[in-house]
């Protein structure tokens, strides 16, 4: 049970270029969770998605795209890189155990954009 | 707007003793509260949780405190050792119409607990 894996672990990229990052989780969840973390301060969420086939926005969706074709995989999709997409990315899945309700996350992507 | 706030950015403990994190909230909707647990290069790892019809929450050394009327977490780690220096990110959601488990997150506690 790998649980949430994450890829690549960095990149670098140049202003315009695009890429696609990579999450997969094996735990069968059906919530998963794109954030982004900027030096000194909280996680911020981009996007999100309830079960394969829905997504929706976060609170900074803004140069970025998801799908989710899976209940497995969800891909976060860079089109246009900027400077102010430089971060480190992290996905998460979400479970609901006992009462307790957590998200379960990757170890990130930190993505650099020059 | 900074709707969760941990205004501390650091706090030095010596092993043995207590640590308390502190963290700050504005949104009256929110009715569940996470602490997660973050080392470098690493994604956060889910500590302790509770819920709005509690005040208090209890797992090993970690107690969570919540203070409706004041808008205030607290976690408290007893006792304190060199293994739980990390960053501690104070987290709230709204689990009422929908419940889609969005998460907003403070800005982090560096802890460090000193040997």
């Known amino acids: 049970n790998a649980g949430v894996t994450q890829t690549p672990k960095f990149r670098i990229l140049k202003i315009g270029q695009s890429m696609t990052l990579q999450c997969t989780q094996d735990m069968n969840h059906n919530y998963m969770y794109w954030y982004r973390q900027d030096p000194g301060m909280g996680l911020k969420l981009i996007y999100y998605s309830v079960g394969a086939g829905i997504t929706d926005k976060g609170e900074v969706p803004n140069g970025y795209n998801v799908s989710r074709s899976t209940t497995e995989d969800f891909p976060l999709r860079l089109e246009l890189a900027a400077p102010s997409q430089t971060s480190v990315y992290f996905c998460a899945s979400r479970t609901i155990r006992d009462s307790t309700d957590t998200q379960y996350f990757g170890p990130g992507t930190r993505l650099t954009v020059l | 707007d900074q709707q969760v706030k941990q205004n501390s950015p650091s706090l030095s403990v010596q092993e043995g003793r207590i640590s308390i994190l502190n963290c700050d909230y504005t949104?009256?909707?929110?009715?569940?509260f996470l602490w997660y647990k973050k080392y470098p290069a690493e994604g956060p790892t889910f500590l302790i949780s509770i819920s709005s019809i509690k005040d208090k929450n209890e797992d090993g050394r970690f107690t969570v405190f919540l203070n409706k009327s004041a808008k205030h977490l607290s976690l408290h780690i007893v006792p304190s050792q060199p293994g739980d220096s990390a960053v501690y990110f104070c987290a709230a959601s709204v689990r009422g119409s929908g419940n889609t488990g969005k998460l907003i997150f403070g800005q982090g506690t560096t802890l460090q607990v000193k040997p």
């Open positions: 949104n009256s909707m929110f009715d569940y």
